[in-house]
């Protein structure tokens, strides 16, 4: 099965602040990978698809980079609503297998 | 609005079963591909299974493979998921969602674009 890592587990930033979390497959995945987004309490919501994608009605300082076994999503400039955790998932074989990443915590 | 709607969590004693409910609304249910996932604080979100829009083809995590059923009825735009043989690990929150195809540059990707609230299952004596 393809793994996928996240990095960092967690991280405190501030408003305006630029942040960038990375997923890494275990395999090459070309850009088989989405991003999403999870508050507490909630269900979670899809940010970004195919690696480059931004899911409509998602703000634009939300982006995501990345192909092959690395990945990035950037949140350009930070709001507060942004507080949440952030997981990556490979769709490389979108049927068979889906794999998430352990989740990223971003306080701000 | 495009919606999905958990039921049948529960507490259950390990060596139960238990059946999920997942109810559809404002989009046609026959022509996706759905999927359960759980979550559970200590390892975070876990797919469960995936269903064909047609119901010929199901796939399953490895650790529930043999116990739990992925089904679905299009007529009534419903997915269900039959768990047996419950242990504790299987404790979580369930969410159904809806697979998504989306084309973007040069092919087709997958993506879990509309969840429920989730439905939680406690496995415990």
């Known amino acids: 099965d393809i793994q996928v890592t996240q990095s960092p587990s967690s991280l405190s930033a501030s408003v305006g602040d630029r942040v960038t979390i990375t997923c890494r497959a275990s395999q090459n995945i070309k850009n088989y990978l989405n991003w999403y987004q999870q508050k507490p309490g909630k269900a979670p919501r899809l940010l970004v698809y195919?690696?480059?994608g931004l899911e409509s009605g998602v703000p634009s300082r939300f982006s995501g980079s990345g192909s092959g076994t690395d990945f990035t999503l950037t949140i350009s400039s930070l709001e507060p609503e942004d507080a949440a955790t952030y997981f990556c998932?490979?769709?490389?074989?979108?049927?068979?297998?889906?794999?998430f990443g352990q989740g990223t915590r971003l306080e701000i | 609005e495009v919606q999905l709607v958990e039921s049948g969590g529960g507490l259950v004693q390990p060596g139960g079963s238990l059946r999920l409910s997942c109810g559809v609304s404002e989009f046609t249910f026959s022509k996706y591909w759905m999927s359960w996932v759980r979550q559970t604080p200590g390892k975070g979100l876990e797919w469960v299974a995936n269903i064909k829009q047609d119901g010929s083809e199901k796939y399953y995590v490895e650790s529930v493979e043999g116990r739990f059923t992925i089904s679905r009825d299009n007529a009534k735009n419903s997915l269900y998921l039959q768990m047996t043989s419950l242990r504790a690990e299987d404790t979580a929150v369930y969410y159904c969602?809806?697979?998504?195809?989306?084309?973007?540059?040069?092919?087709?990707?997958?993506?879990?674009?509309?969840w429920g609230q989730g439905t939680t299952v406690t496995v415990s004596s």
């Open positions: 195919a690696a480059f």
């Open positions: 969602a809806r697979n998504r195809s989306s084309w973007y540059l040069t092919g087709y990707y997958y993506n879990l674009d509309v």
């Open positions: 998932q490979q769709c490389y074989s979108p049927f068979h297998s889906i794999t």
